[in-house]
């Protein structure tokens, strides 16, 4: 199956600074890419739906201005959490679509703010 | 999409066949039974997807009842490592390529030696 590469797996940040995760779809393009949230013992939340140049679509109750989406490429999808605090430590997912329309996953971000 | 409902755990012994069922009752005649799983720490897996025949890959069956209201996800020989959250999601497959697929609470599969 096609493949979505994740980056970073792991990272720690101090709290009030930015973090960056990079989507990537290796071998297909992606028009459409989404991100994820997930706590610990809960299932996976939509957090938006990146659309290559253009606007992210934002679920109810996500921050567009903490939560930044960019989605140049047909193959990158970046998320930027902006100032990031303590409750923002989750488990980030992000997903693409071929044009089978089936879904494939990145291997995760795991972000720790301290 | 319709909505699933999933037993929230079970147990399986390893080498045993591990038979995790999926309720489906409002399922439309175009969405397709679809089955994902995630190992601790890792984004979601593909497993198997079907429309009404039964299905088998080199992971798994999916054995779909007649009515299409329920199925089955068949491990045929469980190992320790198929432990994970396996989900099942019923969706149109048909112009879907802008829409998330959306997660339930799946059932969590705890295989033991």
């Known amino acids: 199956g096609a493949v979505v590469s994740q980056h970073p797996s792991r990272v720690i940040c101090k709290s009030g600074t930015s973090v960056k995760i990079e989507c990537r779809s290796l071998?297909?393009?992606?028009?459409?890419m989404f991100w994820y949230r997930q706590f610990p013992k809960q299932s996976l939340m939509l957090m938006a739906t990146?659309?290559?140049?253009?606007?992210?679509?934002?679920e109810q109750g996500v921050e567009k201005d903490k939560f930044l989406i960019n989605h140049a490429s047909l193959t990158l999808s970046t998320l930027t959490v902006t100032s990031a605090h303590p409750e923002d430590s989750s488990f980030y997912i992000c997903?693409?679509?071929?044009?089978?329309?089936?879904?494939?996953f990145g291997q995760g971000t795991r972000l720790t703010v301290v | 999409d319709a909505k699933t409902t999933q037993p929230p755990s079970m147990d399986c012994a390893e080498g045993r066949a591990a038979n995790l069922p999926c309720n489906h009752s409002?399922?439309?005649?175009?969405?397709?039974v679809y089955w994902y799983r995630q190992i601790h720490s890792q984004g979601p897996q593909y497993i198997i997807h079907?429309?009404?025949n039964n299905e088998t890959n080199e992971m798994a069956s999916l054995i779909i009842t007649e009515d299409r209201k329920s199925s089955t996800l068949i491990l045929p020989h469980a190992t320790l490592r198929d432990t994970a959250v396996y989900y099942c999601?019923?969706?149109?497959?048909?112009?879907?390529?802008?829409?998330?697929?959306?997660f339930g609470k799946g059932t969590t599969l705890s295989v033991s030696s």
């Open positions: 999601i019923v969706r149109s497959k048909l112009n879907q390529a802008g829409t998330a697929l959306i």
């Open positions: 079907g429309l009404k």
């Open positions: 990146s659309n290559e140049g253009s606007k992210a679509t934002y």
């Open positions: 071998d297909f393009q992606a028009t459409t």
């Open positions: 409002t399922i439309s005649g175009n969405e397709y």
């Open positions: 997903s693409a679509r071929d044009f089978r329309a089936e879904a494939f």
